[in-house]
């Protein structure tokens, strides 16, 4: 049997009917994020997400596809100006679906295998992640970035906060994303190595701007997963995919 794709643009400016500016208004809305945590996330201003937003200034191309990899799959499916066609496919007699341009599944039709695919999954079945972020701009749009990834999320500011709270019970991470700098006695190599031993196959991902090359230097050495900041969105969401798959976590 035969499956039918349309394919999409991923492009956000490729949308007529909608501006760029009210997307990332809308993605920010739906996911209760801040102007701030969202500028934070992305390592721009405030200001800059409120000129995005007021349509008055336009991202670069580099910012653009960060920004794509978190509204392309969210905003999407929300077009006004798009029912008739989603009906259609929803109701299409052969296996049909209809995919944007980074290959993500906007809407299924009843036969096709990604309309099961790609349904949510119960919570308590979601991978549990410890988030472990001082910045509480940066932890907020982390947390609800990696929720619309249907992750759970356990967010705490510290590293000696973190392995507390893995010691005690209060949660068992399926992975841990880490920011190198944290307050208290441990950076982010010395929480890993702390969790570690408390749970020995907990994939870890070390996220850092670090420009000291004795830290980068401990970094390295570490042999942990590291990703850099401003960080890349779907990266970010790859590597944690992988990590999670090498532990055998669905």
Not at 9 to 30: C, K, M
Not at 140 to 158: H, M, V
Not at 208 to 224: F, H, P
Request: glycine share 6%; proline share 8%; aromatic share 4%.
């Amino acid at each position: 049997m035969h499956r039918h794709i349309i394919s999409l643009p991923a492009d956000p400016r490729a949308w007529a009917g909608e501006s760029l500016a009210s997307r990332i208004l809308t993605f920010r809305r739906q996911a209760q994020l801040s102007q701030q945590a969202l500028a934070a996330f992305l390592g721009v201003g405030q200001r800059t997400v409120s000129r995005w937003e007021r349509g008055v200034d336009h991202p670069s191309p580099s910012l653009l596809q960060r920004l794509d990899a978190l509204i392309g799959t969210q905003a999407t499916p929300h077009l006004p100006h798009l029912p008739a066609l989603y009906d259609a496919i929803r109701d299409a007699p052969v296996p049909l679906a209809l995919v944007d341009g980074a290959g993500n599944v906007l809407v299924a039709s009843r036969s096709h295998p990604a309309r099961h695919e790609t349904q949510a999954r119960p919570a308590d079945r979601l991978p549990q992640v410890l988030v472990v972020e001082d910045d509480h701009g940066v932890l907020q749009a982390t947390k609800a970035i990696l929720n619309r990834w249907e992750f759970r999320c356990f967010g705490i500011t510290s590293g000696d906060g973190a392995v507390e709270a893995v010691r005690s019970g209060d949660v068992t991470p399926d992975a841990a994303i880490i920011d190198y700098l944290l307050p208290g006695s441990r950076d982010g190599v010395d929480t890993a190595r702390a969790l570690l031993a408390l749970i020995p196959d907990l994939p870890i991902l070390i996220v850092t701007g670090e420009a000291i090359v004795e830290n980068i230097r401990k970094i390295a050495d570490s042999g942990l997963s590291v990703i850099t900041k401003p960080v890349d969105p779907k990266q970010f969401h790859l590597a944690l995919k992988a990590l999670l798959l090498m532990r055998g976590t669905p």
